[in-house]
């Protein structure tokens, strides 16, 4: 098994180009998230999906799309990128059984994308 | 709305030394779980250790071992016998248990360094 893969790894972008960074796992998990991570500030949601062909808004979602067509993977956009938006992008996925139980998150190895 | 709080940006800890990393949060929900991450320098999140709100015994993994302190509000994570390689950033983090509440929330983290 993969685990979960994020494509690409590296990433330079001029201001007001669009990009998409492709998430996928190979373990069947029900949800997907995405995250970016800043110096100093942790790890934040930017969007997730708990099913194939749903997405929900996280804490810091203006200015990315997502969609996830297929259960194994989880698409993140920038329309017009930012500087605002340099930063290194990671994926998640767990599955999840009943309420209740704990399910592990499995991260993938993240994406470091720079907007001059 | 949920919060974690870590107060120790950086720690200087001698090898073989046992260290405390703090984590305190703030959540309105009945149940939720507790975790810790480690991102060595290579940038990768790795699971170490889970807690339940209502698991009668602290979590232990190996030397990780997480102090759980409901009532405080606190689940710091002890790293007995500390070694080079435990040199890295730790975050705590925590989501609700229950469908519906799907969000894992990241504290800021601490940079750990083990000096020889």
């Known amino acids: 098994n993969a685990g979960v893969t994020q494509t690409p790894k590296f990433r330079v972008l001029k201001t007001g180009q669009s990009m998409t960074l492709l998430c996928a796992q190979d373990?069947?998990?029900?949800?997907m998230y995405w995250y970016r991570q800043d110096p100093g500030m942790g790890l934040r949601l930017i969007h997730y999906s708990v099913g194939e062909g749903t997405t929900a808004k996280g804490e810091v979602p203006d200015g990315y799309n997502v969609s996830r067509l297929k259960k194994q993977n989880f698409l993140l956009g920038l329309e017009s990128a930012a500087p605002s938006q340099t930063s290194v992008y990671f994926c998640a996925s767990r599955q999840t059984r009943t309420s209740g139980s704990m399910d592990e998150q499995f991260f993938g190895p993240g994406t470091r994308l720079t907007v001059l | 709305a949920q919060k974690i709080t870590q107060t120790q940006p950086g720690m200087f800890v001698q090898e073989k030394e046992a260290v405390t990393l703090d984590c305190t949060y703030d959540t309105s929900d009945p149940s939720y779980g507790l975790f810790w991450y480690k991102q060595p320098s290579s940038g990768e999140m790795i699971f170490l250790i889970y807690?339940?709100?209502?698991?009668?015994q602290n979590a232990t993994e190996g030397r990780y071992s997480l102090n759980f302190q409901k009532a405080r509000k606190s689940a710091n994570l002890v790293i007995s016998a500390s070694q080079l390689g435990d040199s890295a950033m730790y975050f705590c983090a925590m989501r609700g248990v229950y469908f519906g509440n799907e969000k894992l929330t990241f504290g800021t983290g601490t940079r750990l360094t083990i000096i020889p």
């Open positions: 373990m069947n998990h029900e949800y």
């Open positions: 807690q339940g709100s209502y698991d009668q």
